[in-house]
């Protein structure tokens, strides 16, 4: 299973950007996904999880109010809409596919991951 990111960039605070995660080689509508993030020297954080027909969504602390995760299933992607962006939202983000279908914050629940993508906010 591939999971491929692409979208980031280098973006002033206040900025926008979107995040895409898609797959060549598997079916992303039939499992949950989520959207992770690793600042450089700290631990990869939950910051978005969506079920499977898109219809419930989940956030962690720092995404609240400013992210919005989405998908589409008949382009087999899914997405990260990143609002208001902080210089601590910098790091790279990845998706990842959650076969339990929970919507979990945790890294452990998660099966197969994407390289990433680089996503700095300058202040």
């Known amino acids: 299973v591939r999971l491929v990111e692409s979208g980031g960039g280098l973006v002033q605070a206040g900025d926008h950007l979107k995040l895409s995660c898609a797959s060549p080689?598997?079916?992303?509508?039939?499992?949950?996904m989520g959207w992770f993030r690793q600042a450089p020297g700290k631990e990869r954080e939950f910051v978005a999880g969506i079920n499977w027909s898109g219809t419930s969504t989940y956030f962690g602390g720092s995404a609240k109010g400013r992210f919005t995760i989405s998908r589409d299933n008949d382009k087999n992607t899914m997405y990260l809409q990143m609002n208001s962006l902080k210089w601590e939202d910098t790091g790279v983000y990845y998706c990842?596919?959650?076969?339990?279908?929970?919507?979990?914050?945790?890294?452990?629940?998660?099966?197969?991951w994407g390289q990433g993508t680089q996503v700095t906010v300058s202040s």
């Open positions: 990842a596919r959650d076969p339990s279908g929970q919507l979990s914050g945790r890294l452990r629940d998660y099966d197969f």
């Open positions: 080689d598997h079916t992303l509508g039939d499992y949950a």
